[in-house]
């Protein structure tokens, strides 16, 4: 199969539309078989329950080619759940885990042609995506649904891929305490993009976010999960019901134990101790691994001991492993991987 025509190595994180996605509708109460399809348009009514009231929730994951050139998708049974759960919280029907992973493996493999080959740096984004069809207009669930997965080939989500980033304590808050900030709803992202705009206006790559209901706790940013180093060698990484949980975060904890040798605790991280970490890193699908150089809270600024030139040594050790095993050069742990090519 004859890849397409791209420039792999210095795509950017943002939409090129690939030739099939994959469609299903909800109706009556069931869902359709489902289908591929060569339109990527969305034709709904004007009163739709995703226009009206943003009932939505999404998913994020990638298939990689390995370095002996098969195609392959990372844990796609945990979006399938952290889908379930979403769709749960929100009224909307689930899409069952194995239909998810089904569909997942069949728009990727019709999209073979755009997955970018193997060292380029590059990899196969895949969203899947469920919005509330059709109409409402009093504060209620849609009765019908739509799901799509579509795809498109990524660059890193930080410019500069590697390079540390500074962030900045945010004034805003991402999640409330009992609210929606352990799913990944479409309105989670809607209110973050003032906040992330902001951000970047004043220099800033992302926003650190507090626990809402004490402002002492670090949470996560916008994308991303945190995980610390202690100078000790140690991974800390927040605990919280209202921060999502990564499928990226649960891999790196038990690389880290497992196959590292490394103490790991999931636990509160008060922003007092952040000083104290030998290497900060944002984690998740589309960030992989992201050192953080630089922490602003208004006049003071954390400065991490691992600088602004590279990736700390156990961040690297950490992104070595996980890469590693989504490529193939490295045995996964039993289910880790699926084949879909
Ligand atoms: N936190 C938020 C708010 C996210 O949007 C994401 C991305 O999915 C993550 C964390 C990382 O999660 P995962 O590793 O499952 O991609
Ligand atoms: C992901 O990592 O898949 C995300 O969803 C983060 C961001 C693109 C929303």
Redesign the pocket.
Known sequence: MEKKNLDWANLS?SYIKTDKRFVANYKDGAWDGGQLTDDDKVVITECAGVLQYSQSC????KAYTTEDGHVVCFRPDLNGQRMEDSCRRLEMPVFPTERFVDAVVETVRANLAWVPPYGSGATL?I?PYMFGSSAVIGVKPADEYQFRILVTPVGP?FKGGAKPIVIRVSDFDRAAPHGTGHI?AGLN?AMSLHPIMDAHRQGYAENMYLDPATRTKVEET???NFIFITKDGTLVTPKSGSILPSI?RRSLLYVAEHYLGMKVEEREVPLTEVPSFAEVGLC????VISPVGKIVNHDSEICVPSGMEEMGPVLTKLYDTLTGIQMGRIEAPEGWIKRIA
């Not at 999404?58 to 994951?61: D, H, R, T």
């Not at 998740?284 to 960030?287: E, S």
């Open positions: 994180f999404f998913e994020g994951l984004y969203r989500y990944k992202y916008g994308g991303a990226t998740g699908t589309a960030a």
